[in-house]
């Protein structure tokens, strides 16, 4: 984990220190000890509790007539504390059998901790937990596995989310408690210490969050962001939200990794034998192993090898191969031989495939050895509700898309990379496209393009968004438009790239960036373009109608609203079309297509929209809003 945070680590075990000394006072008031004990579950029974945490007991009796009067003397003073409970009054035997339904009760007393009372008691109910737990893992092992993905549907993943849940997203809390479950089944190990760290340090954000919040609640909203960075000594809310991130994916890639080890021991053995991948490389028990012999010291390309051979056959590479990979592989040479590059090109054009194996090398260290430019991008968030992945997500996402469109360019390898480096300037301050350029110029230098190659590369990265911001922003029916886009990107090869890198960019940034509206613009803009680049003249812009021209003789704009037709006459200037659809989108119109048309110095857009959702918004205020922002009176 980067950096140093202030850790709450500390406060948790005197917060867990004091309670139990309250609760045994309590119990101590209320009980004689005899056959009955205080065990708390929960945060509690892990002794991690934070400000605002629940009290979660169990009163376990063996048949004790009293047990309700002992109850009511522990719970009331509690309840008139002002404290939160969740408590239960079980026989051992009940604590047994609720156990065996409910997930919950059972992920619970399987790291119950023993406050006050009879300790056997506790230690029977336990110990008979553990060993259904044990003896029914193959059915309760797959109960807990749905109950993760169903909180990963919901919840999201942590590492991504503008406004994370702390415990139940993926990457979060639960996924360790659940490690651990499966730990106590004896079917895969604890999670490791990198885990271990990441979960403290989310621990330690809930910690703050309550304490910023004065309640216990597990969502870091994005007003809370900067005071809870300020209370763990970080610099501000994107170096929070980045050492989040870094966390929330530590902990996702040992959850899987664990439920790879518990399907492989579920699944019976695998079959015998070895397949080769690649040189150096094979398959074995469903995993990319390294060949017996190899000497990964001598070998610098063959962590890209066994990467590729991953991405290709879909296989997980094996941790105990990753860990060789990431500790003895000796520095790649630089340039790269075209061997490495051709194998970073193959991971790559796997597609979807590429993402898993691209994370693998990400969590092992192994990609900022690479590619030592990465690190300015790893983890960092974009904060933003346009983006739904870090910038280092992005970009992978983003490659792996482009791998669907190698067919529509004359150099799908170039494409693929330039999918892979788009934003790298994210990594440092000012326009992304202008120091992406001067970045991914030392990139492609350091793995061995060739220096046209390197300019090609160089010119994509930095006009990677002209394509999408000329076709929503600009006159597409003005020939000068047209014209300029084809003096900036002076080929069919780069347009081609710039075209499809669009559509693989907009698709990995999320649908509010990306949709068929804006497709369809960037499809016209590149036909155009691509006749002038072919020799031929742009067409002239289409005039406007007797009806469009009586709508533009309205002074500053005239707007009319029929239906799912929004037509919007003005005098025609930079940006109108992107403002009139900004406010289309702030009344939630999803736009369908556009047109435009002009006459001299008035331009005339029509829209065809539908609702995103519910029933469409008040014509009326719809018209108004827009004729505010034809008037410079309303931002979008």
């Known amino acids: ?170 990457g979060g809390l639960r996924d360790v408690q659940a490690m651990q479950a499966v730990a106590a089944a004896w079917v895969a190990s604890a999670p490791g210490p990198r885990a271990r760290e990441a979960y403290e340090f989310i621990l330690d954000v809930r910690h703050a969050l309550h304490l910023v919040t004065a309640r216990g609640t597990d969502r870091l909203v994005l007003q809370e962001q900067d005071a809870v960075a300020g209370l763990l000594g970080l610099l501000d809310a994107e170096a929070l939200m980045r050492r989040l991130a870094e966390a929330g994916r530590t902990i996702a890639h040992a959850f899987d990794a664990t439920w790879r080890t518990v399907d492989k021991l579920l699944s019976g053995p695998a079959p015998r034998g070895r397949r080769p991948l690649a040189d150096g490389v094979v398959e074995h028990g469903g995993e990319v192993v390294l060949a017996r012999g190899v000497n990964v010291p001598k070998d610098p390309v063959l962590v890209l090898r066994a990467a590729a051979a991953a991405a290709d056959s879909g296989l997980p590479m094996a941790p105990a191969t990753v860990s060789v990979l990431a500790s003895k592989s ?103 496209s202008a120091t992406g350029e001067i970045v991914v110029r030392d990139i492609a230098a350091r793995i061995g393009l060739p220096p046209q190659d390197v300019d090609t590369l160089a010119t ?63 499809a016209d803009l590149v036909r155009r373009v691509r006749s002038v680049l072919a020799g031929s003249p742009p067409p002239k812009p289409p005039m406007l109608s007797e009806q469009q021209a009586a709508l533009a003789r309205h002074g500053g704009g005239a707007v009319r609203v029929n239906g799912g037709a929004v037509t919007v006459v003005a005098p025609d200037r930079v940006g109108l079309l992107w403002s009139a659809a900004g406010v289309l989108a702030a009344h939630r119109l999803v736009v369908r297509s556009a047109s435009a048309a002009s006459a001299g110095s008035t331009a005339m857009i029509e829209f065809s929209v539908i609702p995103e959702y519910g029933s469409p918004p008040d014509p009326a205020t719809l018209e108004a809003d827009l004729r505010l922002v034809l008037a410079g009176r309303l931002d979008t």
Do not use: C
């Not at 376990?60 to 522990?74: E, P, Q």
């Open 1 to 170: 984990m980067r950096g140093e945070a202030r850790s709450y680590a500390a406060a948790r075990k005197e917060r867990t220190a004091d309670t139990d000394r309250w609760l045994k006072d309590l119990f101590r008031t209320a009980s004689d000890g005899e056959q009955v004990s205080l065990v708390a579950v929960g945060s509690l029974g892990r002794a991690e509790p934070a400000p605002g945490s629940d009290l979660d007991l169990v009163l376990l009796h063996n048949g004790r007539a009293d047990v309700a009067r002992i109850a009511d003397r522990i719970w009331y003073p509690i309840w008139d504390s002002a404290a939160t409970l969740d408590h239960s009054v079980r026989t051992v035997e009940e604590a047994v059998s609720v156990a065996r339904q409910d997930l919950k009760a059972v992920l619970g007393l399987i790291q119950a901790r023993h406050v006050a009372g009879d300790p056997d008691l506790t230690r029977k109910a336990r110990e008979a937990v553990l060993a259904e737990w044990r003896a029914d893992s193959r059915r309760r092992l797959g109960e807990l596995r749905e109950s993760a993905d169903k909180r990963a549907q919901v919840s999201g993943e942590l590492a991504f989310l503008l406004e994370p849940d702390l415990k139940d997203g993926r």
């Open 330 to 432: 000796p520095p790649m040479p630089v340039p790269w031989p075209e061997e490495a590059r051709d194998a970073l090109v193959s991971i790559l054009g796997a597609g979807r495939a590429a993402v898993p194996v691209w994370e693998e090398l990400d969590q092992a260290g192994i990609l900022v050895k690479l590619l030592p430019d990465w690190e300015r991008v790893r983890h960092r968030p974009q904060r933003n509700p346009i983006h739904r992945f870090t910038v280092d997500r992005h970009l992978i996402e983003a490659a792996a898309n482009a791998a669907g469109h190698t067919r529509e360019v004359s150099r799908p390898d170039l494409l693929l990379i330039a999918a892979l480096l788009h934003d790298i300037g994210k990594g440092w301050p000012g326009d992304h």
């Open 460 to 522: 994509v990265v930095r006009h990677h968004l002209l394509l999408p911001e000329t076709a929503t922003r600009r006159d597409l029916d003005d020939p000068v438009t047209i014209e300029k886009v084809a003096g900036t990107v002076g080929s069919r090869e780069v347009l081609d790239l710039l075209a499809a890198l669009a559509v693989a960019d907009g698709n990995a940034t999320g649908p509010a960036a990306w949709n068929s509206w804006k497709a369809g613009l960037v």
